[in-house]
């Protein structure tokens, strides 16, 4: 399983746009990187998902280069309520024995 | 909407008393999951399991055990309590992708278990 790297914290202030980059050096050809996210006292929840270049939902923008070595993870203008855990995982399908770690902590700031 | 439900909220269980967490999903997934999460120790997998009857170990089985009889329900099971299994469970499911690709995993509301 490929493991992932990323920032224990991060801040930012109401607005602004927040990055943030999860690298996962051995990812396998198969894999798949996903973000979830956490609100506290509550489970994750699936944010985006990316194989490569880049991917845009409603919610987030996913940006994968082409040697798929990291991924950076788009929240434009961030607002009090994305205050919450980002975790970033690789992993293809079959069994999906995934590991989710520490994840991000994401405080926005009025 | 996929829907996974846990039987408790909060639970306070004493020393040394069995156990049983239950979980129930709705949207005929064959994958369950069994997390727990402790501050500072993110969300670690404890069993999973993809099919009735079967499961797998994930990275910290030590002191649970886990039942799957229907596809619906994965039950996790503390068979003596102890004080450093209080956590935060979460269950989890999620279909199986046969191929490439991954399905994303839909978690429940989580069961606060203390173990007194």
């Known amino acids: 399983l490929a493991k992932t790297t990323q920032p224990i914290s991060m801040d930012s202030y109401e607005g602004q746009e927040v990055n943030i980059t999860c690298s996962h050096n051995?990812?396998?050809?198969?894999?798949?990187i996903t973000w979830y996210q956490q609100f506290p006292s509550q489970g994750p929840r699936f944010i985006i998902q990316?194989?490569?270049t880049k991917v845009t939902n409603e919610v987030a923008s996913l940006f994968i280069p082409a040697d798929r070595k990291s991924s950076t993870l788009s929240l434009p203008r961030v607002s009090l309520s994305d205050t919450a855990v980002y975790y970033c995982?690789?992993?293809?399908?079959?069994?999906?024995?995934?590991?989710f770690g520490i994840g991000t902590k994401l405080q926005v700031i009025p | 909407d996929v829907k996974v439900t846990q039987s408790s909220r909060y639970l306070v269980k004493r020393t040394g008393e069995k156990v049983f967490l239950e979980c129930v999903q709705d949207?005929?997934?064959?994958?369950m999951f069994w997390y727990r999460q402790d501050p500072g120790l993110g969300l670690r997998l404890i069993y999973f399991?993809?099919?009735?009857?079967?499961?797998e170990k994930g990275d910290i089985p030590e002191g649970y055990s886990v039942s799957r009889e229907k596809k619906e329900r994965f039950s996790l099971i503390l068979e003596s309590a102890s004080t450093n299994q209080t956590s935060m469970y979460l269950c989890?499911?999620?279909?199986?992708?046969?191929?490439?690709?991954?399905?994303?995993?839909?978690f429940g509301p989580g069961t606060r278990l203390t173990v007194t």
């Open positions: 989890a499911s999620s279909l199986f992708a046969s191929g490439i690709g991954a399905y994303e995993q839909y």
């Open positions: 051995n990812i396998a050809t198969n894999d798949y």
């Open positions: 990316g194989y490569k």
């Open positions: 995982l690789v992993y293809s399908g079959g069994y999906q024995k995934v590991t």
């Open positions: 949207m005929d997934h064959e994958n």
């Open positions: 399991s993809y099919d009735v009857k079967m499961k």
